[in-house]
């Protein structure tokens, strides 16, 4: 495993983010997941809602019911931290009035938040939820890139008891739980990328 | 508007990305869309299904057509080319046999097939396509990092009519579509990040 102390480019950071189980004991300094995650925090999202909330596990205790709701994936107990990617839209919608651009004048940031009820007015609880949901996997695609940049290793997890994680953690029983993300130095390599070739993926019109 | 023609840092990519809706005319050189969506096709996936797909939209007639379809967001006819993200789960799990590792032996491949086919026997076609469209937003993360490392500036716009997306391009009825997202060299500097602080999205425990 190389480190290198030199943040890279996206296309670095890509190339070398690999999904990986195994950690090195080292805790991660907050200070570095704080810088991860103002990155991460920088995703676009639609009416900027930023639905997205992060719950930080390194506690051994909670790590272990973690684990429990996710098959026992080894990636949760062999990593020094958890990174829970979880969405709110109800948290979001309540608090629209913070995610308004600040240069708006007066008459347009009320449009911005009249625009925001309309789009959300038919829609229930739970289709917002999910809606926000989808929002959440842009934040994991710059969590995933930033971490690596910052010479972390990670592995994202998908499948898990959401209920089991919301309820060790203490989350709100409407809140869809996008992603564990399992962070720190790690000591294996991992898999080389297999990818579908690009023609297989894109047409040009 | 500043360009640089050194790769970015993920950490800059991610604080220069703007949404931009005004374009200088230039088209964007085949070669470069296809170095954007390399890295965008490195993105992580459950299962390794890579759901994503992806349409460039350069002929002004199918432009018009996305215009229409996406209620004149002027970001579509400004920009020489608009990427189509959608996600075909029916197609990823009709070859998922390509998308197995192949450094695993052959019995764990069959493992990892019959995973596969586990986790979503319970699953009607409009859940896995839902399913498909989540993995779809890691996938925008990557590429609107990516093109900005390239010196491009994009807008992602979540607000359309599938239906007339779809139709315009000729894409099976059963797929979601992600997102637009329009690309090319911006003429305007676009809006500061304006973003939720970290105390307000993140907890450690």
Excluded: C
């Excluded at 994202?156 to 953690?169: E, Q, S, T, Y």
């Amino acid at each position: 495993v190389t480190t290198t102390t030199r943040a890279l480019t996206v296309t670095e950071a890509a190339s070398r983010r690999r999904s990986i189980w195994a950690y090195a004991p080292d805790l991660v300094p907050r200070a570095d997941i704080e810088a991860i995650l103002a990155v991460t925090a920088l995703a676009p999202s639609a009416f900027n809602l930023q639905p997205w909330r992060f719950v930080i596990v390194q506690d051994a205790r909670l790590k272990q019911a973690l684990a429990e709701a996710a098959h026992g994936q080894r990636q949760i107990l062999g990593a020094p931290a958890v990174i829970v990617l979880y969405t709110d839209m109800r948290d979001a919608l309540a608090n629209a009035d913070a995610i308004v651009h600040p240069s708006l004048p007066e008459d347009r940031r009320a449009g911005a938040l009249r625009s925001i009820e309309r789009f959300f007015a038919g829609k229930g609880d739970d289709e917002r939820e999910d809606w926000g949901a989808q929002q959440g996997y842009i934040a994991l695609g710059y969590l995933l890139l930033a971490a690596a940049e910052h010479g972390y290793q990670t592995s994202p997890m998908l499948g898990f008891d959401a209920d089991r994680v919301k309820a060790a953690l203490d989350l709100p029983s409407h809140v869809p739980v996008a992603a564990l993300v399992s962070i720190g130095r790690g000591v294996e390599d991992g898999r080389p990328h297999h990818r579908l070739p690009l023609e297989r993926l894109a047409r040009f019109v």
